[in-house]
């Protein structure tokens, strides 16, 4: 269905059992496990999808090491045990993750997590090589029995420098273990919305359709676009607005203090030397205020972050601070590798939507996730839900424990649960190596597309690459003259079928166009050409669409204005 073939939809229904406010991967993992239980669910956005908290992460699927510390031990365990099933679930999306924690003391830290626990310490200190052992051990513990990553390994000093001759020599030894990394948490959240649409009629997702206020038994959302207003009468609410939570409550009459967000941002560079000293690990390790931090590729980029940094906005921007802040800390673990600011192809920032708190350091307030609930009153006559916290790793389960409330609330029984469900092109996805190159001679021999062209639609889409590919095949294509590695039908098939809206929800969101810095003058106005005739954009609207996005790469994402000009325009 359209978007205006829904919006219609919309005026006619004015009842609905659940109502979502915000469709970050808390909200869409919500609405895909009700929509799977056949309850009539409607998820609403402000702006595309996936555009908020859940954009802004360090693309992590994993346990969180750090939060031991904290005594997070059921988060832990949980985060681990979702992790594993991400990589089953959606293998596409979801990849192992090699990773090394370089370790410069045996004994510091030792004393501090004990006291932590009995509040006797809430300062960072050094963490030396025991208590990371230990720490790791219970990661192993959390995860015998299931069918998970490798467990971990200590190398002494001589065989780590061995392998990346650029660590810091001060080393005595790295921690070496797995955990995961996606590397389009957008697209995870794209694929769950359309696996609930498709699989039940009455489930609907609108991105750029806000919540704008509610009296008694009636919510008025506001198309963004339009202007226009629609009423809905909700049985439940569920607020997963993020760090808006306490926003979107007082749209609807109600004052709370639920979120105390942090900011964290990160860069992605263009530095070959350090790509080449990763050998496709994550360095996760210490800076030298305590930070934890990281940095690890992302196909042929590296990401590095992040920041923590206390936060009113729900939507800021990275800092010339934070990005000196971000160039700094390679240097700790690699001090021979320069960064450039020049080698800055993109950067990103987002609020995670932390519990209100009054720890005075951001890394000791909770990572968990909590349903905090507003019950009906003299303003409003139905419950809302407002999901608190969480991590990307631990969606799935926080989103079945919240909908588990709502149909205890509509009194619907369960009908399946999520834990083995795949999302979007990780269904029937072929694992060995094997069945990879038969399903991949397959398509090409069902579509005609050379071998290379199928290999990368399926590294891109997983499965759903059949979809594709054969559309792609049913008409005129040809490469991107300014991005080869994309087709022209590809774009095409993105823009009819995946809800796109602005060019930026597909440069920033359906592709990692943007993010890997693959965007230029010439690619905007090539892509903006397509989704015009796909969406009916006038020329008008085509230039603005151009302008807007170029604003948002050069403001949000520090993108160089010069390089979002068409070629023809510099050189006139
Ligand atoms: C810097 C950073 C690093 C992180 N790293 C990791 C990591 O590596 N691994 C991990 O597991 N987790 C990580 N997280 C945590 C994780 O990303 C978040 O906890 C999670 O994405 C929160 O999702 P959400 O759906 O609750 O919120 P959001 O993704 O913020 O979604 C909320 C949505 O609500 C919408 N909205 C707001 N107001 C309205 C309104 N009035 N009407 C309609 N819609 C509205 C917004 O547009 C937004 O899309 C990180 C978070 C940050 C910020």
Redesign the pocket.
């Known amino acids: 269905m359209t978007r205006n073939e829904s919006l219609a939809a919309l005026r006619q229904q004015t009842e609905v059992s659940v109502l979502i406010?915000?469709?970050?991967?808390?909200?869409?993992g919500t609405f895909r496990d009700l929509a799977l239980q056949g309850v009539d669910v409607l998820i609403?956005?402000?702006?595309?999808?996936?555009?908020?908290?859940?954009?802004?992460?360090?693309?992590?699927?994993?346990g969180?090491i750090r939060y031991l510390e904290n005594g997070e031990f059921r988060l832990v365990r949980e985060?681990l045990t979702e992790r594993n099933r991400m990589l089953h679930n959606a293998p596409h999306y979801a990849k192992p993750l090699p990773t090394t924690i370089p370790i410069y003391s045996w004994l510091s830290g030792f004393l501090n997590a004990p006291l932590k626990f009995i509040n006797l310490r809430d300062k960072p200190s050094e963490r030396g090589g025991v208590i990371i052992k230990l720490g790791l051990m219970m990661y192993d513990w959390f995860t015998r029995g299931q069918q998970g990553l490798p467990t971990h390994r200590l190398i002494g000093r001589a065989e780590s420098l061995k392998l990346r001759p650029k660590l810091n020599s001060t080393i005595v030894a790295t921690a070496n273990y797995y955990d995961a990394w996606m590397p389009y948490p957008e697209r995870i959240c794209l694929e769950m919305v359309m696996d609930a649409e498709a699989a039940n009629p009455k489930a609907h997702a609108f991105n750029y359709?806000?919540?704008a206020s509610a009296s008694d038994d009636t919510v008025t959302l506001k198309d963004e676009l339009t202007g226009e207003t629609y009423t809905v009468k909700p049985k439940v609410v569920v607020n997963?607005?993020?760090?808006?939570i306490d926003?979107?409550n007082r749209?609807m009459g109600e004052q709370t203090q639920f979120i105390g967000g942090?900011?964290?941002?990160?860069i992605l560079v263009d530095n070959p030397e350090l790509h080449q000293m990763l050998h496709g690990s994550e360095i996760f390790f210490e800076n030298k205020d305590g930070r934890i931090c990281l940095i690890f590729p992302i196909l042929d980029k590296v990401i590095i972050?992040?920041t923590?940094i206390r936060s009113d906005i729900?939507d800021p921007v990275c800092t010339e601070e934070e990005v000196d802040y971000m160039v700094e800390l390679v240097s700790y673990v690699f001090p021979d590798i320069k960064i450039d600011r020049s080698q800055i192809v993109f950067r990103f920032?987002?609020?995670?939507?932390l519990p209100h708190s009054s720890a005075s350091r951001t890394g000791a307030i909770s990572?968990d996730h909590s349903i905090q609930t507003i019950e009906p009153d003299s303003k409003i006559s139905f419950p809302v839900l407002s999901?608190v916290?969480?991590?990307?790793?631990?969606?799935r389960a926080f989103s079945e424990q919240t909908a588990d409330v709502v149909m205890r609330r509509i009194m619907r029984r369960r009908e399946s649960d999520t834990k083995n469900t795949p999302i979007g092109g990780g269904k029937d996805y072929p694992v060995s190596v094997d069945a990879q190159n038969k399903w991949l001679q397959n398509l090409q021999a069902k579509t005609g597309l050379s071998s290379e062209r199928v290999q990368s639609l399926f590294d891109r889409y997983g499965t759903y690459a059949e979809v594709i590919a054969t559309f792609c095949a049913a008409g005129q294509d040809g490469p991107l003259m300014s991005q080869p590695t994309y087709s022209q039908r590809e774009i095409r098939f993105l823009a009819e079928r995946e809800k796109v809206v602005h060019l930026e929800d597909l440069l920033l969101r359906r592709s990692l166009l943007a993010m890997l810095g693959l965007v230029t003058g010439d690619l905007l106005n090539e892509v903006s050409l397509i989704l015009a005739d796909v969406l009916g954009w006038t020329d008008m609207s085509r230039q603005k669409e151009v302008d807007s996005a170029a604003e948002t790469l050069h403001h949000r994402h520090g993108v160089a204005l010069e390089k979002l000009t068409p070629k023809e325009a510099v050189t006139s």
Request: proline share 5%; glycine share 20%.
């Open positions: 406010i915000g469709a970050g991967v808390n909200g869409i609403v956005d402000k702006g595309d999808f996936c555009n908020g908290a859940s954009a802004g992460s360090s693309h992590m699927l994993h969180g985060a359709v806000s919540l997963a607005a993020g760090p808006w926003l979107a749209a942090t900011k964290g941002s990160h972050g992040t923590d729900p920032c987002g609020v995670r939507p990572r999901l916290g969480g991590k990307w790793t631990t969606f």
